[in-house]
């Protein structure tokens, strides 16, 4: 369209600039419509330059009313509306999609990781993308503020689980440099030292809940002032007791059992001299133990069937309900036992052959671990 803009091609429509010095409308070369035209043909768009040119020419000719330039300007018009047509219909827009890209790992090898509720402390050991799973191993930091494996197994578990649960980092470790401590178990049941050294005759409560906290108290003798309490597993780095109370016959503390195996772990009393007595398993660790609140109905007499109802706490798992004498000699067994959170259910039939007296109930979940109501059924004689 360059050409198209030369002063040769003015000049086959009529104009001689070296001889007339005006354009075909008569403008002189200098005026103002020839100059914008000619400026804007030299610096536009292809299709601006054609409608310059067209709106410069209506303005030009078509109010001097020489009708053969309107024909002429009429003629262009349609070829720019054509041209412009085309050109608009080959546009198109491509739309470049925007890849989405998932979070990567919170954690890498070798960081240790925890939360805020729990004293459990986890390794992450490795990152698996394929199957969006982390290798971790429970730690424990060492007295010399080295990091070991409390034992040398290892698990996988879920990256968002992971990265909710334990979302504290507390350092970063070389993951392959980290050992398994195995600590040394006692193996004495009651060890009793000559002298002041101390004794260890009972503890209650004797059990407590996986994942929970657990006060215990130890009777027995010569404990000194400063007396250590732990709990100590096979495998297992020992637990030591808080908030330690001490007496000559007694000591209180509080153990946490987030990082103990369900169980059984010995009960170690440790002076400030050095001297030691543990007692062997005597204390249970596991699910929480079944209570009875109240029974209905609380009595019945010799040779009757009847529905017993138990009501109480962690009743989930109720294996066996059974009637004990007070004396532990017979045992009348419930039949047909269904349990809830808060109830249990049986039939109990009572023979004509038992002793007439008052009874204790007795629930024991799958764990084995008992629920006692003393002296809270009474069997009657048959009625005439």
């Not at 002063?7 to 103002?32: I, M, Q, V």
């Not at 890498?108 to 992450?124: F, K, P, Q, R, Y």
């Not at 133990?289 to 109480?312: D, E, F, K, Q, R």
Request: charged content about 10%.
């Amino acid at each position: 369209m360059t050409g198209f803009c030369r002063h040769d091609h003015l000049s086959a429509r009529g104009w001689r600039p070296g001889r007339t010095g005006r354009s075909p409308g008569g403008e002189e070369p200098g005026s103002f419509p020839y100059e914008k035209f000619r400026t804007s043909c030299h610096t536009g768009p292809y299709f601006l330059r054609i409608q310059i040119f067209i709106r410069l020419c209506a303005e030009r000719y078509v109010m001097t009313g020489k009708s053969r330039y309107g024909l002429l300007l009429g003629l262009i018009l349609i070829l720019c509306v054509f041209f412009a047509g085309c050109s608009s219909q080959n546009t198109s827009t491509t739309t470049t999609p925007v890849p989405t890209t998932q979070a990567g790992p919170k954690y890498t090898a070798g960081d240790i990781v925890t939360n805020n509720a729990s004293s459990a402390i986890w390794l992450i050991v490795s990152y698996d993308s394929s199957s969006d799973l982390y290798t971790r191993a429970l730690v424990v930091k060492n007295s010399d503020g080295t990091w070991g494996k409390v034992t040398g197994t290892t698990d996988n578990f879920p990256r968002k689980d992971m990265e909710t649960l334990y979302p504290v980092l507390l350092t970063q470790v070389s993951a392959s440099s980290v050992p398994i401590n195995t600590p040394t178990v006692p193996t004495t049941v009651v060890t009793t030292l000559s002298g002041s050294g101390p004794l260890l005759t009972s503890i209650s409560p004797t059990s407590g809940v996986t994942g929970t906290s657990a006060t215990i108290t130890i009777t027995g003798s010569n404990f000194q002032t400063g007396a250590t309490v732990r709990l100590i597993q096979p495998g297992l780095l020992p637990v030591t007791a808080t908030g330690v109370s001490v007496s000559s016959t007694q000591i209180t503390g509080t153990f946490n059992l987030g990082s103990m195996n369900a169980g059984t772990a010995n009960v170690q009393v440790i002076n400030p001299d050095g001297r030691s007595a543990s007692l062997s398993s005597a204390f249970t660790i596991g699910a929480a133990l079944p209570v009875i609140t109240g029974i209905s109905p609380t009595s019945s007499y010799l040779g009757n069937s009847l529905t017993l109802t138990i009501n109480g706490q962690n009743l989930n798992d109720i294996a066996s309900v059974v009637l004990v004498s007070p004396d532990g000699s017979l045992q009348v067994p419930c039949s047909g036992v269904s349990s809830g959170a808060t109830t249990a259910t049986c039939t109990l039939a009572i023979p004509s052959s038992a002793t007439p007296e008052v009874y204790n109930v007795q629930v024991m979940n799958s764990d084995g671990m008992l629920g006692l109501l003393n002296s809270s059924f009474t069997v009657n004689n048959a009625t005439s």
